[in-house]
């Protein structure tokens, strides 16, 4: 296992990278601060360095909100966001996920979507990030890795993405919500009904979500 000192690498860090990404982003990003015991805790225990966007992410970051908090990337743990890269995905002692093995979650969204690099539990290239869609309760790939899956979260047209899981008004209600939490809607949203907007919401654990979806997928 390498230390610290071995994965901290300042000289070639791409934290100087992505803080010139949120800078100039299209979306609304805010980088939330990370508490410094738990960074290292993370970086140490993932075993990678900060030359990775990933690694950076972990170390540097508590996590990051991208439009208002809409889509959730996961790095140490925040106030705001109190999971960390490593106890969502449970991560035991042999460095395996237990929540969804040979994959490594990365980030989800308030509606119940979720982001997961893979590491060989889908069809599809080795690294690349696959978003399980709530409409679909499908794992589909975004032929993108963690790096410009970033930069699709700073630059790209987030708002196309969603357009069909955002309801009038989306903003200002989930503005409090914190990243601990999610907007269930009923009925669900693979399910006949109206538009999104028509349906009712609640705003419940994360935690339900997942395992809401995550129980619907494996019946597919």
Known sequence: MKSLDELIDESESTWLEVQDWVSKAANTVEILPANPHEAREVLHQLQITTRSVLGTVAYYTGGIFIENGWLRILGSGSRRLP?????????????????????????????????????????????????????TLEWESLDMGFSDFLYWACFGDVQ???????????????????????VSIYPF?????????????????????????AYKSKLK
Do not use: C, M
């Open 160 to 182: 196309k993405f969603y357009e069909t899981f955002r309801w009038e008004g989306w903003a200002e209600e989930i503005r409090h919500i914190d990243g601990n939490q999610g």
């Open 83 to 135: 999971r960390n890269l490593i106890t969502w995905n449970e991560i035991g002692a042999d460095g395996k996920s237990s929540r969804l093995p040979s994959s490594f979650l990365i980030a989800d969204d308030v509606v119940g979507g979720f982001f997961a690099l893979n590491g060989g539990a889908f069809e599809g290239k080795p690294g690349d990030v696959f978003y399980f869609a709530p409409d």
């Open 189 to 213: 949203l693979w399910a006949d009904g109206g538009p999104v907007t028509d349906r009712a919401r609640s705003v419940v654990p994360i935690e339900e979500l997942w395992k809401i979806y």
